[in-house]
């Protein structure tokens, strides 16, 4: 897979990339990761990547010349799986995002800033835009090492054992059992007994068990989803 990142701020991202699942899926060819600046697409001779709103209100837009020659650099050959918008008012990120997204040959990361960028822009050349939550960041740099990272573990061969990119949390739509390793008394407090009997079976009826009650009591919508809508991560056209 190879993944290009446009970034207003590329060494927001340039340096987390280099470590640890995603760092090492490079290192070992599973994956390869292009970090562009937005400011080397620039207009004129101070390579202006933002202007002010059209009608008024605070902040700035980026710019669409810059944002398409960087996207058209990046797929010579129109041939992107994916250009993916990261942006607050996108569709909420969840692992059916990503489980799709890490099936693709090639995609197209763009992090705004500012205001956010020039609607025609989303309109004719963003596949799918994402948010990572409820929040507003100062831009979409980091919300893009989070769909990296998510994404990136998914790659075949990028997690040593294949098993267990699939026992992750959500992967089956219910959250993860507790974890204990050595010692089994911490300062007083035991690990429970059934994970150190020995029995598999009951061992994993305590991880099933476990796995519905934490579900249920933090995040209850988890288990009610036939009322939403099918994950899709189309948002615009292309
Ligand atoms: N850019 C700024 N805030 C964001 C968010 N919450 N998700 C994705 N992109 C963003």
């Not at 562009?36 to 202006?48: N, P, W």
């Not at 994916?82 to 692992?95: E, F, H, I, R």
């Not at 009826?205 to 994950?231: G, S, V």
Request: glycine share 8%; hydrophobic share 35%; charged share 20%.
């Amino acid at each position: 897979m190879h993944i290009d990142i446009i970034a207003a701020i590329p060494d927001l991202v340039r340096e987390p990339l280099q470590h640890s699942i995603v760092g090492r899926a490079q290192d070992d060819g599973h994956v390869s990761i292009t970090v562009h600046s937005l400011h080397d697409f620039g207009v004129g001779k101070h390579r202006q990547i933002d202007d002010y709103p059209f009608g008024g209100g605070a902040g700035m837009v980026l710019k669409p010349e810059p944002l398409v020659r960087a996207i058209e650099a990046c797929q010579p050959d129109g041939n992107a799986d994916a250009v993916v918008y990261l942006t607050p008012d996108g569709t909420p990120l969840k692992q059916t995002h990503a489980n799709q997204l890490s099936m693709h040959e090639h995609l197209i990361l763009v992090a705004g800033h500012y205001k956010g960028i020039d609607q025609r822009v989303r309109d004719h050349f963003i596949t799918h835009e994402l948010s990572i939550g409820d929040y507003v960041l100062s831009g979409g740099e980091l919300p893009a090492l989070v769909l990296v990272d998510a994404v990136v573990r998914l790659v075949p061969g990028v997690l040593g054992d294949a098993s267990s990119a699939l026992t992750d949390s959500f992967q089956d739509g219910l959250l993860d059992a507790p974890a204990y390793t050595r010692p089994a008394v911490f300062r007083g407090h035991e690990v429970p007994s059934v994970l150190r009997s020995g029995n598999h079976a009951r061992i994993e009826a305590w991880h099933d068990e476990q796995r519905l009650e934490k579900t249920r009591t933090r995040r209850p919508d988890l288990l009610n989803n036939d009322t939403e809508a099918p994950p899709s991560t189309s948002e615009a056209s292309a």
